[in-house]
């Protein structure tokens, strides 16, 4: 079992950025795919980014490509989101995920974070 735990959102103006993080209990972390997801009010949630257990290989939706980074510290057993130029349609609820199967498939993703709230005000 891990438990997942995501701060760093926030309101900010449309261009600022911020920094997610994504804290992990356990030390089983580092076996773990992780990835980045998002549910804005009224629609489904979404890939955002995800990134492999050696932090090797990244993924991002094509929304995100170029402004969001994904990035993972195993030794501190925390996970990461860096967004850039934010946008209004960026305002959602992020959440982070775990999971020991492939990092591009959603149904992968076995633990979830209950995520932090993005608001980018325009």
């Known amino acids: 079992q891990v438990q997942l735990v995501e701060s760093g959102g926030g309101l900010v103006q449309a261009g600022d950025s911020l920094r997610l993080s994504c804290a992990a209990s356990g030390r089983t972390f580092s076996s773990y795919a992780m990835g980045w997801f998002r549910q804005a009010p009224g629609k489904e949630r979404e890939f955002v980014a995800a990134?492999?257990?050696?932090?090797?290989?990244?993924h991002y939706a094509n929304s995100v490509k170029g402004r969001f980074t994904i990035s993972r510290d195993n030794a501190k057993n925390t996970g990461y989101l860096q967004m850039n130029s934010l946008k209004p349609e960026d305002t959602a609820v992020y959440s982070c995920?775990?999971?020991?199967?492939?990092?591009?498939?959603?149904?992968?993703?076995?633990?979830w974070g209950q995520g932090t709230q993005v608001t980018v005000s325009s």
């Open positions: 995920a775990v999971g020991s199967g492939s990092m591009y498939l959603i149904r992968e993703y076995k633990f």
């Open positions: 990134i492999s257990s050696s932090g090797s290989l990244t």
